[in-house]
């Protein structure tokens, strides 16, 4: 009789600390969850440097009111423990629209929370500029108006990227 294969074991992610905190520890996983569930559970983050190290290479460009990365800093544009499929995502959307795109904001402090927001990693804030607002709003319909005004575009208002234009950006939730 032969024995079963063992089991894959879920791919480990560094845990990722914001300064002046102690590390992140790992969850041990569940033997009930398949490795896809844990995956989705504890997404991959990101640390600023291998975030912007990405975007850099896609092209893309990152701008600071407060001319600094801080995460707890409301002026700043962070990108520490951005989920990595936000960056792939952004990266995805530059290469499909050929825009020029600049990250205004990301995961620092100073946004709505939420399970889906910018401190979670789901979102980031983009530059408008003439081409990505044609691309956008050619080719994703309007899913209504958000509760402060904005005007949404996407897919589906339920899954897909979700466009926000707020007054003097773009706010995208990527799911």
Known sequence: ?????????????????????????????????????????HPTRLQQTDAKRLLRAAGLRWTSSGKCANRQGPNCTSLEAVRSSTVSSAIDLKRRSGCPLVVTGGTEVGHAPGPYSHYEGYKLDIKPNACVNR??????????????????????ATSGPLFAREADHWDILFR
Do not use: F
């Open 135 to 156: 691309y956008i709003t050619k080719n994703y319909p309007p899913q209504g108006v958000r509760g402060d005004g904005a005007r949404l575009y996407g897919q589906s």
């Open 1 to 41: 009789m032969q024995a079963p294969p063992p089991a894959a074991a879920p791919e480990k992610q560094a845990p990722v600390a914001s300064e002046g905190q102690a590390p992140v520890a790992l969850e041990k996983p569940a033997e009930a969850h398949p490795p896809q569930a844990q995956q989705a559970r």
